[in-house]
């Protein structure tokens, strides 16, 4: 079945330094690829999606890049701030009326003041 | 506004007992969908029912068995709770195959502790 391996598990910066959080996928017919931001306590949220057909998106601080050859995809968070600091999760999924999404492991981040 | 709610946030039973935890979404999804989040934060599905139909079932003890009502809701009961049940549960639900995006809202969670 599809595995997802995310990495690091933990990531400590200095505020306004950039992060990179990277995934593999395993299933080559995966072409969604979300990320999710779990702050300490509360539900995990969407922040950024990328389908398969696009190599990078962009939305103010945060970018995700994909190389499907690879099978592998990044999260990039530039200028870190405080308010960053949570666990963040990449997910792989096949579009499909399952909607089921395949987690990865999830990476902690620390962004220190 | 509450998009998914779930009840009860916090649950701590003994072992052996039977406990069910309710989710309720208002944002006219078919899709819901049970996720445990275990002490490592590793986020794994259990279950989704699309419009009240089982469409996903993982490998999960026979101990568990979600009901959906309706679209609006699923229910998760779990019968003679054991120490490794203790987790994080959180129900989402989605609008799947509309497009690519699945974005998955999910509720606040249920901390269940097992003694």
């Known amino acids: 079945g599809e595995n997802v391996e995310q990495h690091p598990s933990t990531l400590s910066v200095q505020e306004g330094d950039s992060a990179v959080i990277k995934c593999t996928y395993s299933d080559s017919a995966s072409n969604y690829f979300p990320w999710y931001k779990q702050e300490l306590g509360k539900r995990p949220q969407l922040i950024i999606d990328?389908?398969?057909?696009?190599g990078e998106k962009k939305d103010q601080r945060i970018a995700v890049t994909l190389n499907k050859t690879a099978k592998h995809f990044s999260l990039h968070i530039t200028e870190t701030q405080p308010e960053d600091s949570a666990v963040y999760f990449c997910a792989a999924s096949i579009s499909s009326n399952t909607g089921k999404l395949i987690f990865g492991q999830g990476t902690t981040l620390q962004v220190k003041p | 506004d509450t998009a998914v709610s779930q009840t009860p946030k916090y649950l701590v039973t003994q072992m052996g007992n039977d406990k069910s935890i309710k989710c309720e979404q208002n944002l006219g999804h078919d899709t819901m969908y049970w996720y445990k989040q275990d002490s490592k934060k590793f986020l794994k599905i259990m279950f989704s029912y699309n419009n009240k139909e089982l469409i996903i079932n993982e490998t999960v003890p026979n101990r568990f068995s979600p009901k959906s009502p309706d679209k609006a809701h699923l229910n998760l009961h779990i019968n003679s709770l054991e120490l490794g049940d203790s987790a994080v549960y959180f129900c989402?639900?989605?609008?799947?195959?509309?497009?690519?995006?699945?974005?998955?809202?999910f509720g606040p969670g249920t901390r269940l502790t097992v003694l």
């Open positions: 990328i389908r398969s057909n696009v």
């Open positions: 989402a639900s989605s609008l799947p195959g509309q497009g690519y995006r699945n974005e998955q809202f």
